[in-house]
């Protein structure tokens, strides 16, 4: 069944369409569950409640750009619109944010379940910002219209976020590279 075929299917509410369409596409957007999510659980259950929402909202797909973007979109909302109801984020005021500056993030042959595991480890504003900046490619502006946010506050999280990260990958290789 081509792709084009099982959208038609699946906006049909045809069940046997909606499981190919999760298993062919569970894996991608389990990824981008898990880079946003604080564990693996909760990530399951993010996979989850995004696939609920493409099957309710697949008739709004309209054809135009790829059908795998239009539902990483609709994980990434739906991941959002959870974290955003908690309103976890620090205010900060313009002045207060320091010049984003690219911390280079050694990782020789840090394994990338490590990587993944601090990630996951962040508060929970920074883990969002960062995914969504480093990892997604969301422009400050995006970010604080998602989060509902000021850029300045995207900018400041993401900012502590990659001082966190640093500071872990450096202990990291200070214990292995001994």
């Known amino acids: 069944m081509t792709l084009e075929e099982l959208i038609i299917k699946c906006k049909k509410q045809d069940a046997e369409a909606q ?4 298993k062919q ?5 389990f990824s981008i569950c898990l880079r946003y999510s604080p564990n693996y659980v909760e990530a399951e259950d993010n996979l989850q409640d995004s696939f609920l929402t493409i099957f309710k909202k697949v008739g709004q797909y309209n054809g135009k750009g790829s059908f795998e973007g239009w539902m990483k979109r609709v994980a990434v909302n739906t991941v959002l619109q959870k974290y955003r ?3 976890t984020f620090d205010i900060v005021r313009e002045e207060q944010i320091e010049d ?4 280079e993030l050694e990782n020789d042959e840090i394994p990338l379940d490590f990587l993944l595991k601090i990630v996951q480890e962040l508060p929970e504003r920074y883990r969002l910002v960062f995914s969504m900046y480093v990892m997604d490619g969301y ?4 970010i604080a219209e998602m989060l509902e946010i000021t850029d300045g506050t995207s900018k400041s ?3 502590r976020a990659r001082m966190i990260l ?3 990958i450096e202990d990291y290789n ?5």
């Not at 984003?100 to 911390?103: G, I, M, R």
């Not at 422009?139 to 995006?142: D, I």
């Open 25 to 29: 596409f569970s894996s991608t957007l």
């Open 166 to 168: 640093k500071n872990k």
């Open 19 to 22: 499981g190919e369409l999760y």
């Open 85 to 87: 109801k908690k309103k």
């Open 139 to 142: 422009s400050h502006k995006e």
């Open 157 to 159: 999280n993401l900012a």
């Open 100 to 103: 984003e500056e690219d911390v």
């Open 174 to 178: 200070a214990k292995h590279n001994t």
